[in-house]
């Protein structure tokens, strides 16, 4: 059965060398990890969410996705559930 207990600051924390380039950060409340990339082009930008959103979909894990300017990109996960916001960025990158 998969853990929905949410995840604390200590067990983030300890998780954030799996995920190199991310930040943890605490907005409101709520744990989040957010990436900024910059990508080569707009176009770059939309197929990086093509690939993040279909494996977001299969997962059941969806990040929020913005692409600010032309080539500016940011991934905001929830750290709402044990550990599944660190696998589904396992899987992205």
């Known amino acids: 059965m998969e853990d929905l207990r949410p995840m604390t600051e200590k067990s983030a924390t300890g998780l954030m060398s799996k995920v190199e380039g991310w930040d943890l950060v605490k907005e409101d409340g709520v744990l ?3 990436l900024s990339l910059k ?3 707009f ?3 939309l ?3 093509q690939i993040v959103g279909n494996l977001a979909e299969k997962e059941g ?3 929020d996705l ?9 991934i905001e996960i ?3 559930a044990v550990g ?3 696998m589904l960025i396992q899987l992205l990158f």
């Open 43 to 45: 176009t770059k930008g």
């Open 84 to 86: 599944k916001s660190f």
């Open 66 to 74: 913005h692409l600010v300017g032309w080539n500016n990109v940011k």
């Open 61 to 63: 894990h969806h990040p």
């Open 39 to 41: 990508v080569r082009s």
């Open 32 to 34: 989040k990890l957010n």
């Open 47 to 49: 197929e990086l969410f």
């Open 78 to 80: 929830w750290t709402h």
